[in-house]
């Protein structure tokens, strides 16, 4: 079996597994991190939203063969940065976490959103956001919150 | 010193955004094996035979010959198998489980079993009624008689999931001993514990509960995951391993308990300044294959009837049905959505067909305090929904709406609903069936310790009711610790169901600090049990449905804005106004995350998420096909929280969780129907639907 490289949370690992595993269950599995959650396993919920070369996608639906060579960050990775301190405490002061298992997903969005767009307007955020569900909350404290966190953050993304 | 209303940080805020908080997918132990449903393919029949390939070693079979004792979980009603035998009654019914280390050649054998039936012709319309039901009130006979109008309608309702994000899933080891340990994601810690120690025939210090983080429930894990456990229970017992059952996405849509279907006939006799004097009403419920908690679903929604209002003469009674489809059961509201909207629609009905304006008949026959309710109780507490629908009319600029919108040829639309909820068990569920009891202990250190079977499930319950406790002892946040229930320690506090959780348990826990706080000893171990005790005031009789069904109701108005493409026939929300009376406002900005996220429910039941069968098969099995809403689907919201204590609620609360369902789909709906000038009797009000309302005139 060949080796598989990528960048995962800023350390180049290497892994020899079947390349057509979903990222998700290589993540959750091989590397423990758990953060990453599966609400659906077929693309539709966000929840197992990851950054790959900045751009937020469904583990569940990636096959590690194609993380050959690529930058993946996940909430763990993420969780070490200023910025998420940032989306945390929006998060906590506009109320946008509930259940929490769309909460890893719904940051990592936030992220991939802010860093391309450090200013959205609300529709800007709907539809950055619109990959990923969220059964608690009706959206609207989430939607503030990433608000929020351009506001606090400014500078930052 | 405190105040109620003020918004803490959430006590689990840090681990849900870092996805440190372990659900029970994240948990692990080692030698872990994996357990997956063999499960029916046909709506009914009998079981022939089935032939299983050889399994690879360290692989079982797990099927009704293993069930130590009862073969049956333990629920409200008990009829539903923990693994069916010879007979299947639903597409999706447990056979077996396939256990083993490799999920991969759990699949691979899965694949490799042939069950061979004698199909039977399933049982698909309302019509094996298994629980009857009937209340009366007044004496609609007579009232009959009086009336010059009789209008008669027929509303139907359909299927809803609750479409948690996590999956149904849970983990069973044994303990030193052969204790049988569970981990989960549940609602009910107590209700497992039950309904194992019943399959097992095990004494109660044998099976203990424990739950980890969930993420989200809304009725879909109260009663579930018993089955799941009793299940899982039983491997267990047989194979000695540590054993994990985590559901697909589709097989928990398949297979999981939804919201019954319902068909709802009302009949109002009017008289002659167009006062309703009474309503008949007909209720079924669609059970599928196995009752479980539905005739106390039925009940909910027959008690709902007469919703916001005061109607004197009443005639009703409502079925159970069982079908040969999935099983529903509990999803917030509880039967009460499925009333409420009928109810809603039909009063506004009447006012069309009447020629009257429709707010002013509402309002004619809005419910005041002292008031009989629909089984001749009383309101006894101040009711505050004039004020209330005021304000939502001012929020939403109500009137000017529905003037402008009331032109030829515009398909915007707005439609208000107005409604209660009961708080708690019904009648007298909780002195008669539940019996909560709290535990409080201070360490020598002066630490208090929650110790509940309150689950917080995303709702907060783990930061409100610490708080509560907090509050009254008049210490701070951190001084209290509330972990996740686990039955070897928290004694049985009911389940987290009902929206009794604040009211109910936080209640408890409020007199049990404030005795804490009263015999306070520095530096001194202490304990303190309380249980829950039943106001005085309460008279019912399960029997006749007579008397208080609730100790109190929480009350909303709810107003939503849409329109309505005149080519694809698509609903666009455009805004969104509620208004509620909950008592008192326990941590104000977790309430009205709670608000949001339920009407988003609810209005989505109205105009959304659809569901359905043929001959017994759901046609949507997934997020892809089984539509719920999006962040761009939704529409900013506002919502007023207003101030009416109760007196026996903690600080004044009562309910909050389902009362923010119930008038979604009604206010969508009304909105749709004044969108596009036509009635709407059924949810979904999907597109088809309206094309059809619109076409076949």
């Given at each position: 079996?060949?080796?598989?490289?990528?960048?995962l949370?800023?350390?180049?690992?290497?892994?020899?597994?079947?390349?057509?595993?979903r990222?998700?269950d290589?993540?959750?599995d091989?590397?423990?991190?758990t953060g990453?959650?599966?609400?659906?396993g077929?693309?539709?919920?966000g929840a197992c939203s990851?950054?790959?070369n900045?751009r937020?996608?469904?583990?569940?639906?990636?096959?590690?063969?194609?993380a050959?060579?690529?930058?993946?960050?996940t909430?763990?990775?993420?969780a070490?940065?200023?910025r998420?301190?940032?989306?945390?405490?929006?998060?906590?002061i506009e109320?946008g976490?509930?259940?929490?298992?769309c909460?890893?997903g719904m940051i990592?969005?936030?992220e991939?959103?802010?860093?391309m767009?450090?200013?959205?307007?609300?529709?800007?955020?709907?539809i950055g956001?619109s990959?990923?569900?969220?059964?608690?909350?009706?959206?609207?404290?989430?939607i503030?919150?990433?608000?929020?966190?351009?506001?606090?953050?400014?500078?930052?993304w | 010193?405190?105040?109620?209303?003020?918004s803490?940080?959430?006590?689990?805020?840090?681990?849900?955004?870092?996805?440190?908080?372990?659900?029970?997918?994240?948990?692990i132990?080692?030698?872990?094996?994996?357990?997956?449903?063999?499960?029916?393919?046909?709506?009914?029949g009998?079981?022939?035979?089935?032939?299983?390939?050889?399994?690879?070693?360290?692989y079982?079979?797990v099927?009704?010959?293993d069930v130590?004792?009862?073969n049956y979980v333990?629920?409200v009603?008990?009829?539903?198998?923990?693994?069916?035998?010879?007979?299947?009654?639903?597409?999706?019914e447990p056979?077996?489980?396939i256990?083993?280390?490799?999920?991969?050649?759990?699949?691979e054998?899965i694949?490799?079993?042939?069950?061979?039936?004698?199909?039977?012709?399933?049982?698909f319309?309302?019509?094996?009624?298994?629980?009857?039901?009937?209340?009366k009130?007044g004496?609609?006979?007579e009232?009959?008689?009086?009336?010059?109008r009789?209008?008669k309608?027929?509303?139907?309702?359909?299927?809803?999931e609750q479409a948690?994000?996590?999956p149904?899933?849970?983990?069973?080891?044994?303990?030193?001993?052969?204790?049988?340990?569970?981990?989960?994601s549940?609602?009910?810690?107590?209700?497992i514990k039950?309904?194992?120690?019943n399959?097992l025939?095990?004494p109660?210090?044998?099976?203990?509960?424990?739950?980890?983080?969930?993420?989200?429930?809304?009725g879909?894990?109260?009663?579930f995951?018993s089955?799941?456990?009793?299940?899982?229970?039983?491997?267990?017992?047989?194979?000695?391993?540590?054993?994990?059952?985590?559901?697909e996405?589709e097989?928990d849509m398949?297979?999981?308990?939804?919201?019954?279907?319902?068909?709802?006939?009302l009949?109002a006799?009017?008289?002659?300044n167009?006062?309703?004097?009474?309503?008949?009403?007909?209720?079924?419920?669609?059970?599928?294959?196995?009752?479980?908690?539905?005739?106390?679903?039925?009940?909910?929604?027959?008690?709902a009837?007469?919703?916001a209002?005061?109607?004197?003469?009443?005639?009703?009674?409502?079925?159970?049905?069982?079908t040969?489809?999935?099983?529903?059961?509990?999803?917030?509201?509880?039967?009460?959505?499925?009333?409420i909207?009928a109810?809603e629609?039909?009063?506004?009905h009447?006012?069309?067909?009447?020629?009257?304006?429709?707010?002013?008949?509402?309002?004619n026959h809005?419910?005041?305090?002292?008031?009989?309710t629909s089984?001749?109780?009383?309101?006894?507490?101040?009711?505050?929904?004039?004020d209330?629908i005021k304000k939502?009319?001012?929020?939403?600029?109500?009137?000017k709406?529905?003037?402008?919108?009331?032109?030829?040829?515009?398909?915007?639309?707005?439609?208000m609903s107005?409604?209660?909820?009961?708080?708690?068990?019904t009648?007298?569920?909780?002195?008669?069936?539940i019996?909560?009891?709290?535990?409080l202990?201070?360490?020598?250190?002066?630490?208090?310790?929650?110790?509940?079977a309150?689950?917080?499930m995303?709702?907060?319950?783990?930061?409100s009711?610490?708080?509560?406790?907090?509050?009254?002892?008049?210490?701070?946040?951190?001084?209290?610790v509330f972990?996740y229930?686990?039955?070897?320690?928290?004694?049985?506090?009911?389940?987290t169901?009902a929206?009794?959780?604040?009211?109910?348990?936080?209640?408890l826990?409020?007199?049990a600090?404030?005795?804490?706080?009263d015999?306070?000893?520095k530096g001194?171990?202490q304990?303190?049990?309380?249980?829950?005790?039943q106001?005085d005031?309460i008279?019912?009789?399960?029997?006749?449905?007579?008397?208080?069904?609730?100790?109190?109701y929480?009350?909303?108005?709810?107003?939503v804005?849409?329109?309505?493409?005149?080519?694809?026939?698509?609903?666009?929300?455009?805004?969104?106004?509620?208004?509620?009376?909950?008592?008192?406002a326990?941590?104000?900005?977790?309430?009205?995350?709670?608000a949001?996220?339920?009407?988003t429910?609810?209005?989505?039941?109205?105009?959304?998420?659809?569901m359905?069968?043929?001959k017994?098969?759901?046609?949507?099995k997934?997020?892809?096909?089984?539509i719920i809403?999006?962040?761009?689907?939704m529409?900013?919201?506002?919502?007023?929280?207003?101030?009416n204590?109760?007196?026996?609620g903690?600080?004044?609360?009562k309910?909050v969780?389902?009362?923010?369902?119930?008038?979604?789909?009604?206010?969508?709906?009304?909105?749709?129907?004044?969108?596009?000038?036509?009635?709407?009797?059924?949810?979904p009000?999907?597109?088809?639907?309206?094309?059809?309302?619109?076409n076949?005139?």
């Amino acid at each position: 079996m060949n080796k598989i490289k990528f960048n995962l949370n800023g350390q180049d690992v290497s892994v020899e597994l079947d390349p057509s595993l979903r990222l998700l269950d290589v993540l959750r599995d091989h590397f423990q991190l758990t953060g990453t959650k599966e609400g659906c396993g077929e693309g539709e919920c966000g929840a197992c939203s990851v950054l790959i070369n900045g751009r937020v996608v469904n583990s569940c639906c990636f096959p590690l063969a194609n993380a050959n060579g690529k930058k993946i960050l996940t909430i763990e990775g993420l969780a070490k940065t200023k910025r998420y301190q940032i989306l945390k405490d929006a998060f906590h002061i506009e109320g946008g976490s509930q259940c929490g298992i769309c909460t890893p997903g719904m940051i990592m969005a936030a992220e991939s959103l802010l860093s391309m767009n450090p200013h959205p307007s609300d529709e800007e955020i709907r539809i950055g956001l619109s990959g990923n569900l969220c059964r608690c909350t009706g959206y609207n404290m989430i939607i503030k919150a990433v608000q929020k966190a351009a506001e606090l953050g400014a500078g930052l993304w | 010193m405190f105040d109620p209303n003020k918004s803490t940080p959430k006590v689990d805020h840090e681990e849900k955004c870092s996805g440190e908080a372990k659900y029970v997918a994240d948990i692990i132990l080692n030698n872990t094996l994996f357990a997956k449903t063999v499960r029916s393919s046909i709506a009914k029949g009998k079981i022939v035979s089935f032939s299983i390939p050889e399994l690879p070693n360290g692989y079982y079979v797990v099927d009704h010959r293993d069930v130590v004792k009862e073969n049956y979980v333990k629920m409200v009603f008990t009829d539903w198998p923990v693994f069916t035998s010879e007979r299947v009654n639903y597409i999706g019914e447990p056979i077996m489980l396939i256990v083993g280390p490799d999920k991969l050649v759990i699949d691979e054998i899965i694949s490799q079993i042939k069950i061979t039936y004698e199909e039977e012709e399933g049982v698909f319309d309302l019509v094996n009624s298994v629980a009857h039901k009937s209340f009366k009130k007044g004496d609609f006979q007579e009232a009959s008689k009086r009336a010059v109008r009789t209008i008669k309608e027929t509303f139907e309702t359909g299927y809803q999931e609750q479409a948690y994000i996590e999956p149904q899933g849970m983990l069973a080891y044994l303990e030193e001993g052969g204790k049988v340990t569970l981990i989960g994601s549940m609602q009910c810690p107590y209700y497992i514990k039950n309904a194992v120690i019943n399959t097992l025939g095990y004494p109660e210090d044998k099976v203990r509960v424990i739950q980890p983080a969930v993420g989200g429930a809304f009725g879909g894990k109260e009663e579930f995951p018993s089955t799941t456990a009793c299940q899982l229970a039983t491997a267990v017992v047989k194979i000695k391993q540590p054993i994990k059952m985590i559901f697909e996405r589709e097989e928990d849509m398949l297979v999981t308990t939804k919201r019954h279907p319902s068909s709802i006939t009302l009949e109002a006799k009017i008289d002659e300044n167009n006062k309703v004097l009474g309503i008949k009403a007909e209720v079924g419920l669609d059970a599928g294959a196995y009752i479980g908690l539905s005739a106390v679903v039925l009940s909910r929604a027959m008690l709902a009837v007469t919703d916001a209002y005061t109607i004197d003469n009443l005639d009703v009674s409502g079925n159970v049905y069982v079908t040969n489809t999935v099983p529903t059961g509990a999803f917030r509201g509880f039967g009460s959505p499925q009333m409420i909207f009928a109810i809603e629609m039909f009063m506004t009905h009447l006012a069309k067909d009447l020629g009257v304006d429709p707010f002013a008949f509402r309002l004619n026959h809005l419910v005041k305090q002292g008031d009989l309710t629909s089984t001749s109780g009383f309101f006894r507490d101040p009711i505050i929904m004039k004020d209330m629908i005021k304000k939502a009319v001012a929020m939403s600029d109500y009137h000017k709406k529905i003037k402008e919108y009331s032109k030829p040829g515009v398909y915007k639309g707005i439609g208000m609903s107005w409604f209660l909820h009961g708080c708690g068990f019904t009648g007298d569920g909780e002195s008669t069936h539940i019996k909560s009891r709290v535990r409080l202990v201070k360490d020598e250190q002066d630490i208090v310790y929650l110790y509940i079977a309150a689950v917080d499930m995303g709702q907060g319950a783990k930061t409100s009711l610490k708080r509560v406790v907090a509050m009254v002892l008049d210490v701070p946040n951190e001084q209290v610790v509330f972990d996740y229930p686990d039955t070897d320690f928290a004694p049985d506090s009911g389940p987290t169901v009902a929206s009794r959780t604040m009211m109910i348990v936080g209640g408890l826990l409020a007199r049990a600090a404030q005795k804490l706080k009263d015999s306070w000893q520095k530096g001194q171990y202490q304990e303190i049990i309380e249980q829950y005790k039943q106001p005085d005031y309460i008279e019912w009789d399960e029997s006749k449905l007579q008397g208080d069904a609730y100790p109190s109701y929480s009350w909303g108005v709810n107003v939503v804005e849409v329109e309505v493409s005149p080519i694809t026939y698509e609903v666009q929300l455009k805004g969104i106004w509620s208004v509620y009376d909950i008592g008192k406002a326990i941590d104000e900005r977790m309430v009205i995350g709670q608000a949001d996220g339920g009407i988003t429910q609810g209005v989505a039941y109205g105009y959304l998420e659809n569901m359905r069968h043929e001959k017994g098969k759901l046609r949507q099995k997934n997020l892809t096909d089984y539509i719920i809403p999006t962040s761009m689907d939704m529409p900013p919201m506002e919502t007023v929280i207003m101030d009416n204590p109760f007196l026996y609620g903690p600080y004044g609360a009562k309910g909050v969780g389902e009362l923010t369902f119930v008038g979604g789909a009604p206010a969508v709906a009304l909105a749709i129907e004044d969108a596009i000038k036509r009635k709407v009797n059924r949810i979904p009000a999907t597109p088809e639907y309206i094309m059809e309302l619109i076409n076949n005139e």
